[in-house]
Nanobody, 126 residues
Framework: QVQLVESGGGSVQAGGSLRLSCAAS??????MGWFRQAPGKEREGVAA????????AYADSVKGRFTISRDNAKNTVYLQMNSLKPEDTAMYYC?????????????????????WGQGTQVTVSS
């Protein structure tokens, strides 16, 4: 059984940084991703990373500011967020792909992910 637990969220001023972590239990042989959802908005794919960590994909809104990485020895995925903006405020979710397939060149939609964490809140003030 796969379980994902996010941590690292919090409140920060615009221009600041946060690092989110996602600790996974169970066998994770699939690509992993980070999503976010603000109140009244749809869940948005932020970043994804292949099983081995060699391929990544980002939403245009975070390119150059966010970096996804993973440490398979620790079963942990990270999201380093720099130059944060108020529009980055949302609940951030970690997710694992449904199948052990290749990561495409973009962040797959939510339906491609079969396992989800409970979320961690990120609030950026201006």
């Amino acid at each position: 059984q796969v379980q994902l637990v996010e941590s690292g969220g919090g409140s920060v001023q615009a221009g600041g940084s946060l690092r989110l972590s996602c600790a996974a239990s169970g066998v994770i042989a699939n690509y992993m991703g980070w999503f976010r959802q603000a109140p009244g908005k749809e869940r948005e794919g932020v970043a994804a990373i292949s099983t081995g960590g060699g391929s990544t994909a980002y939403a245009d809104s975070v390119k150059g500011r966010f970096t996804i990485s993973r440490d398979n020895a620790k079963n942990t995925v990270y999201l380093q967020m720099n130059s944060l903006k108020p529009e980055d405020t949302a609940m951030y979710y970690c997710a694992a792909g449904r199948l052990p397939i290749r990561l495409p060149g973009w962040v797959p939609g939510p339906s491609a992910f079969g396992y989800w964490g409970q979320g961690t809140q990120v609030t950026v003030s201006s």
